[in-house]
T-cell receptor, first 114, second 112 residues
Framework: GENVEQHPSTLSVQEGDSAVIKCTYS??????FPWYKQELGKRPQLIID?????GEKKDQRIAVTLNKTAKHFSLHITETQPEDSAVYFC?????????????FGKGTHLIIQP | NAGVTQTPKFQVLKTGQSMTLQCAQD?????MSWYRQDPGMGLRLIHY???????DQGEVPNGYNVSRSTTEDFPLRLLSAAPSQTSVYFC???????????FGPGTRLTVT
């Protein structure tokens, strides 16, 4: 089955700086790669996703890049703000994330230092 | 729309007891899934369903049963609770043509 590795487990950055979280996956058939943000005690919320026919996607301060050859994808957050502090999870699926669920990484605790 | 709802929010069980975690969605989504979340482990897939009457096992199915008699409901049953099943449980649903999974608010289960 699919295996998703996520690094780092904890990331501390100064407010206003950029943050990068990286994930690798094992199944070359995976075709959907979402990123979720989870605040303490809350449910995961989708913040951005990318499909395997696209190399990069941006949404304001958030971007995701995908390298299918190397089987890795990354989340980039620019101009970080205090409200970006949370746990971020990457995930992968070979069915579009719907039919047979998602395989998640173990999460990155992002801390924004004032 | 209420989206994905889960009950109860909190539950404490004794070892050996059984219970059912409820999950419902009002978005007419075909696909539904159950995950458990443990500290430092991310979310792990327990069971999933691609439609009424169809279920399958995920990564960590042992000790759990599911059924899907309607499109809206996808209950998760713990047959004989064990302390290792102490976790936060999330239900999720996805529309057939959309890739986004919508998560419920979660159920925090403690087994003593």
């Amino acid at each position: 089955g699919e295996n998703v590795e996520q690094h780092p487990s904890t990331l501390s950055v100064q407010e206003g700086d950029s943050a990068v979280i990286k994930c690798t996956y094992s199944d070359s058939a995976s075709n959907y790669f979402p990123w979720y943000k989870q605040e303490l005690g809350k449910r995961p919320q989708l913040i951005i996703d990318i499909r395997s026919n696209v190399g990069e996607k941006k949404d304001q301060r958030i971007a995701v890049t995908l390298n299918k050859t190397a089987k890795h994808f990354s989340l980039h957050i620019t101009e970080t703000q205090p409200e970006d502090s949370a746990v971020y999870f990457c995930a992968a699926s070979d069915s579009g994330g719907g039919a047979d669920g998602l395989t998640f990484g173990k999460g990155t605790h992002l801390i924004i230092q004032p | 729309n209420a989206g994905v709802t889960q009950t109860p929010k909190f539950q404490v069980l004794k070892t050996g007891q059984s219970m059912t975690l409820q999950c419902a969605q009002d978005m007419n989504h075909e696909y539904m899934s159950w995950y458990r979340q443990d500290p430092g482990m991310g979310l792990r897939l327990i069971h999933y369903s691609v439609g009424a009457g169809i279920t399958d096992q995920g990564e960590v199915p042992n000790g759990y049963n599911v059924s899907r008699s309607t499109t809206e409901d996808f209950p998760l049953r713990l047959l004989s609770a064990a302390p290792s099943q102490t976790s936060v449980y999330f239900c999720a649903s996805t529309a057939g043509l959309s890739y986004e999974q919508y998560f419920g608010p979660g159920t925090r289960l403690t087994v003593t």
